[in-house]
């Protein structure tokens, strides 16, 4: 009798988040339970208490690095991690704690916290990537939970994952959303921001925040040009690019050709 295949084993990493991503897992509810009969979950403490040791053949990481901890921490996962992907705008992109970036950190602490002297903290917020070899990035505020199956489903399968690489624009196009930067003249980030939401925020007739970050080949410079004519002044483009992808480069860069302070 032949011996049965191992399955994979798959660990889910927290860092600085607000745990929406991981939750977006859960909430595939009954596709999870499908992927789960191919995997072995062997590390996931938003689901499970039971923890076993890797190596890792896939792992999932959520959150920005922040304190002087996690920076040494994720070296150690990346060791024990065959496929190493980053779930979520915070991963990918330093998340809405990344607005920090754009400070001196020490001014916060000092305003929050009673006590400073116990804050640990690096200046900056930064994307996994910045600190290690990350084999996919997956992004979202949250990420789209079938993205996720999707991705995991490739490379449990030795396979690229299939993900959109377009802009919301063309989800808008898809499903006979009117454009609401053209018929109602709203700011709206949908001409470089990464499909992935289906355009919910214009279905609902609001401009797109960039909840889902910057596509592969952005115009920025562009678009800030389109929010002029609109009525924006220079802040209202800055906070426009500032949002959950604030520290993105493609948006960093055109928010600091607009931000006086750079000036």
């Keep these: 009798m032949m ?66 901890h996690d920076a040494e921490r994720i070296h150690e996962i990346r060791k024990s991690s065959k496929f190493l992907i980053t779930i979520g705008a915070c991963a990918t992109a330093g998340g809405i704690q990344a607005l920090r970036n754009f400070k001196d950190v020490n001014d916060f602490i000092s305003i929050v916290y009673a006590t400073p002297d116990y804050i640990d903290t690096l200046q900056k917020s930064t994307p996994i990537s910045d600190h290690i070899k990350v084999d996919f990035e997956l992004r979202g505020c949250p990420i789209d939970k079938m993205q996720l199956l999707e991705v995991i489903s490739a490379f449990i399968n030795g396979r690229k994952p299939n993900t959109p690489a377009h802009s919301t624009c063309i989800e808008c196009k898809r499903r006979g959303t009117v454009c609401v930067m053209v018929a109602q003249g709203k700011m709206c980030m949908g001409p470089v921001t990464h499909a992935g939401c289906g355009a919910l925020c214009p279905s609902y007739d609001r401009g797109c925040y960039g909840c889902f970050g910057p596509q592969e080949t952005t115009n920025t410079g562009s678009l800030s040009t389109q929010l002029k004519k609109l009525g924006a002044d220079d802040d209202e483009i800055v906070r426009t690019f500032r949002g959950f992808n604030a520290y993105a480069e493609p948006f960093r860069k055109e928010s600091e050709l607009h931000d006086k302070e750079n000036h």
């Design 3 to 68: 011996a049965r295949k191992s399955k994979p084993k798959v660990a889910v990493w927290k860092f600085a988040s607000c745990d929406g991503c991981q939750l977006s897992l859960l909430d595939c509810e009954d596709d999870l339970l499908a992927v789960s009969q191919e995997i072995e979950i062997a590390h996931f403490p938003e689901a499970s208490r039971a923890v076993m040791k890797g190596p890792y053949d896939l792992s999932l990481v959520e959150g920005s690095i922040t304190t002087p």
